[in-house]
């Protein structure tokens, strides 16, 4: 197959500036936009739940939340890739910080939110859903390899899919490792055909030994630029917001991935 | 319901571990019941358990020019692509089908966190990870995938799956997916997970470790040994290795239950098993072997223990190797694959070492003693925290 058709049946988004894809699209037409909070809701998690859970995790059900609702899927129906360029930096800081110093004072509860899936074990624990769930990373290609992953597991399996891409800011001595400074995260609900929430048509075309055009051009201070995810989801997220356009983003190193959205008849 | 899959050919595989470099010795410590774990000699601070740990991983120097990667997990990578000429096979498979037409999925739960964890161990004068680990590429999850995309020249797609220990488990079903869309006509799968004082003293502070060596499945077990292993395998179609052990299915699930144990009925798991014999189009009865997830934590091996006694036959055998190796973690499912596959090619099953008293939930299946007798089919059982499941089904080619 030399191109993978999805449709996009839901949107899900959050930044420090932008609380979902509404606010996204007020902003691209030249409306302000009120800031969200700074702790993402993330209703989807009972109550108790969403107090203790850690901000990767708020992050990343809040934008999944946001994607299903829009939907009007059942989310315990969907296949799930949670993909983040790192995971949870903030435990991976608290982890490192707490061996150096007493190993044997490390949390039980931060250890096993420290796993690259605890978005999804939290995700299908909230929702019921009892299909498969992956957790996946591709460093500066997380976002591009992690739509090619659920646009090939939707087209394979002929179901819809749940596609979640996050990463939250960096802290301490490793987050000056990863380069992220805020926090961003968006989700998509794709499906392998047509339907009535069908809000557009991407067709996903691999662009192999594309190193030299895949290599970021010099920083322009954008916002997006300060998150790994923020900036290879962001041509996407413009045209989705507009319906309309191409792009090309990186799946690997040197393979490039051609997006053409269509909107739909 | 799951549809049957068109089988693809393991056509190339190795795994390496606390008991040695390569398949050979890993054939010969399962014959000979010899196991590979020690007492603790890796921790930063002591830690009174036993390890599966890997001789000779310290001196696997990565060659001049990766050496951007450096780090104990990718060193583990390196020495583990050099067994059974898995280097030569997977460099042939890029030669035959172009390097952008074969994937690389590799699964990974530790990645470089050793070299983050050692860089807190010794921050600079200013607090910041000293010089010569101030290479952001290891501090990432992506660094074993990254290392041997770059070591094999591969330009394909190419994935890290991080699901804990069910990961590399999960990688075969990520390959048969790009081969049957005809993205790849090659995947390189594996996984590498190194030992680390995250692991170490995280699922001690769970109270999951045991202070002896894993019992599996006995009824005095006390937790885990913790190891770690690198395995790869090469997937192709099978008219590329007509003759060559065979992928024929896969499942995955997700439990809903709970963060770090697993489903009290065994549910997700049997749904990952359910979906694995659909996609192979096997009955229960046509299973072999098991080769168990059975980690000797108390609830995993009494969960699973069930599962597999209403289930299966007794003709069904089935055993856990962590005995041997120790739980490696997110290379557990590509090296308990292994297993699978020798247990195939060489017709034998390995008895769950250190299960001399079965739990009272373990039925007939449960082979506590090597039993040599033929296998065409064999499954291999993967788990991770999360409630994530993954279950393989192997067999040969027809004759």
């Known amino acids: 197959m030399n191109t993978l058709p999805v449709f996009v049946e839901g949107i899900g988004l959050w930044s420090t500036t932008l609380g979902d894809f509404a606010a996204l699209q007020a902003q691209e037409q030249g409306d302000a936009v009120t800031p969200p909070s700074a702790r993402p809701p993330a209703t989807f998690l009972p109550a108790n739940e969403r107090r203790r859970a850690p901000e990767s995790v708020l992050l990343a059900i809040e934008v999944a939340g946001q994607a299903v609702a829009m939907s009007e899927r059942s989310a315990s129906e969907l296949l799930c890739v949670f993909s983040s360029a790192y995971g949870d930096q903030l435990i991976s800081d608290y982890m490192c910080a707490t061996l150096a110093r007493a190993p044997a004072e490390l949390s039980p509860t931060r250890f096993h939110n420290s796993v690259h899936n605890a978005p999804a074990g939290y995700w299908t624990m909230a929702t019921g859903c009892h299909a498969a769930s992956s957790a996946i990373s591709a460093g500066p290609a997380s976002f591009g390899a992690g739509l090619l992953e659920a646009a090939s597991l939707s087209q394979a399996e002929q179901r819809p899919v749940l596609l979640v891409c996050s990463d939250i800011a960096g802290s301490g001595p490793v987050g000056e490792m990863s380069g992220s400074r805020s926090s961003f995260g968006c989700a998509l609900v794709l499906s392998p055909e047509q339907g009535l929430r069908s809000l557009g048509k991407l067709m996903l075309t691999l662009e192999p030994h594309a190193g030299l055009a895949l290599h970021p051009g010099p920083p322009s201070g954008a916002w997006y630029e300060s998150n790994p995810t923020a900036v290879s989801a962001w041509p996407l997220l413009q045209n989705l917001a507009c319906g309309e356009g191409h792009c090309t983003l990186a799946a690997a190193a040197t393979l490039a991935l051609r997006i053409t959205l269509e909107k739909v008849a | 319901m799951s549809v049957p899959i068109q089988p693809l050919a393991v056509s190339a595989f190795t795994a390496t571990s606390a008991l040695g470099h390569g398949l050979e010795s890993h054939l010969a410590a399962l014959a000979a019941s010899r196991g590979g774990l020690r007492p603790n000699d890796f921790s930063s601070a002591p830690l009174a358990c036993w390890i599966g740990r890997v001789d000779g991983v310290e001196e696997a120097q990565l060659p001049a020019a990766h050496a951007v990667w450096e780090c104990r997990n990718n060193r583990l990578a390196w020495l583990g692509l050099h ?244 739980h490696t973690l997110g290379a557990a499912g590509i090296l308990e694959a292994a297993f699978a596959l020798l247990a195939i090619q060489h017709g034998l099953v390995p008895g769950s070492l250190g299960c001399t008293t079965p739990d009272a939930a373990c039925g007939p299946q449960l082979a506590l003693e090597n039993e040599r007798r033929p296998v065409e089919v064999a499954l291999s059982n993967s788990f991770g925290f999360g409630g994530n499941n993954a279950c393989l089904a192997f067999g040969r080619a027809p004759a």
């Open chain 2, 83 to 326: 067994q059974d000429h898995f280097l030569e096979r997977a460099l042939d498979a890029r030669q035959r089908y172009g390097a952008a037409r074969v994937a690389l999925v590799l699964a990974t739960s530790t990645a470089g966190m050793g070299a983050t964890e050692e860089a807190y161990r010794r921050l600079d004068a200013q607090g910041h990870i000293p010089a010569d680990l101030r290479r952001p590429l290891i501090h990432s999850p992506h660094s074993l995938a990254g290392f041997v995309a770059e070591a094999l020249g591969l330009e394909g797609p190419c994935l890290t799956v991080s699901t804990a220990c069910s990961s590399s488990a999960k990688v075969f079903a990520n390959a048969e997916r790009l081969i049957r869309l005809g993205l790849v006509d090659a995947v390189v799968v594996g996984g590498v997970d190194t030992l680390c004082d995250s692991v170490l003293f995280g699922f001690n502070a769970l109270e999951l470790v045991s202070p002896e060596p894993c019992r599996p499945f006995d009824q005095a077990r006390r937790g885990i040994s913790v190891g770690e292993a690198a395995g790869f395998a090469l997937l192709e179609r099978i008219d590329a290795a007509p003759r060559a052990l065979r992928l024929l299915g896969y499942g995955e699930s997700s439990d809903a239950h709970h963060m770090s144990t697993p489903h009290p009925e065994g549910l997700g798991a049997e749904l990952a098993l359910r979906d694995a014999l659909e996609r192979a189009g096997l009955r229960a009865d046509q299973v072999h072997y098991i080769n168990l997830h059975g980690t000797a934590s108390l609830k995993n091996d009494e969960v699973e223990a069930a599962l597999v006694a209403r289930t299966f036959p007794a003709s069904t055998r089935a055993s856990s190797t962590k005995g041997y190796t120790g």
